[in-house]
């Protein structure tokens, strides 16, 4: 229908906690954008105290049934092999 939200999103890069709590919402979120690199490093995309547990947030998106999507965070081959698309 038209004016009616079909799904919702989040950018898995903020403060752990909140997008953690988040992703435990009703309706939950249909996919979270998360930090996925070999170092779980967001580089010049953090801008808060303590660390970023990129891992956790995947955890409780895959516990809440919420897809998975990911960004590079701290670089990537200039190819592109890196960016395919991760999923829970």
Excluded at 13 to 39: F, K, M, S, Y
Excluded at 50 to 74: D, K, L, Y
Aim: with cysteine; aromatic share 4%; net charge negative.
């Amino acid at each position: 229908a038209e004016g009616v939200i079909g799904a919702w999103g989040l950018t898995g890069i903020g403060h752990p906690d909140t997008i953690i709590r988040l992703l435990g919402e009703r309706p939950p979120p249909a996919a979270v954008q998360c930090i996925a690199n070999l170092l779980d490093s967001q580089g010049g995309l953090k801008f808060f105290e303590g660390p970023a547990e990129p891992r956790a947030v995947m955890a409780a998106a895959c516990a809440n049934g919420v897809g998975i999507g990911h960004s590079r965070g701290a670089g990537g081959s200039a190819d592109g092999r890196d960016r395919s698309a991760v999923t829970a």
